[in-house]
């Protein structure tokens, strides 16, 4: 894995991708990556909030190899707990993409700011 390289979006249209989360629901970040583009080739998916070993890490390396996959696709939330296992990963044939989610307010932002100012300030 590259450390802290930023890649645009777009850079997953079209990659063969491994998905790997220990998320509570993995098929809406599974939809949210397909609307990307990416072909989905190979998904592991962990319980909410798991712990992860190097030996998993190794074990999804080559999983992805035997599928001729170079990219993992995680989310930020599992990025925190792989931090210090998958920066060697690129060592193993794959490297890491963290998937950062940003939430936008497209209509309403003021009303909501008012009614949480309300709520926060009594």
Do not use: W
Request: a positive charge; charged letters at 25%.
């Amino acid at each position: 894995m590259k450390k802290n390289i930023k890649e645009p979006v777009s850079f997953l249209k079209g990659k063969n991708v491994c998905l790997m989360a220990g998320i509570a629901d993995p098929f809406s970040f599974l939809k949210t990556v397909r609307d990307l583009g990416a072909g989905i080739s190979l998904k592991i998916f962990f319980d909410d909030h798991h712990h992860y070993s190097p030996g998993q890490i190794r074990d999804v390396a080559l999983r992805c190899g035997n599928a001729k996959i170079k990219t993992v696709v995680t989310t930020e939330k599992d990025a925190a707990r792989l931090s210090g296992f998958i920066l060697g990963a690129g060592d193993l044939g794959v490297d890491f993409f963290v998937l950062k989610i940003a939430l936008k307010i497209v209509e309403g932002e003021e009303a909501l700011s008012g009614r949480l100012h309300i709520l926060y300030n009594t």
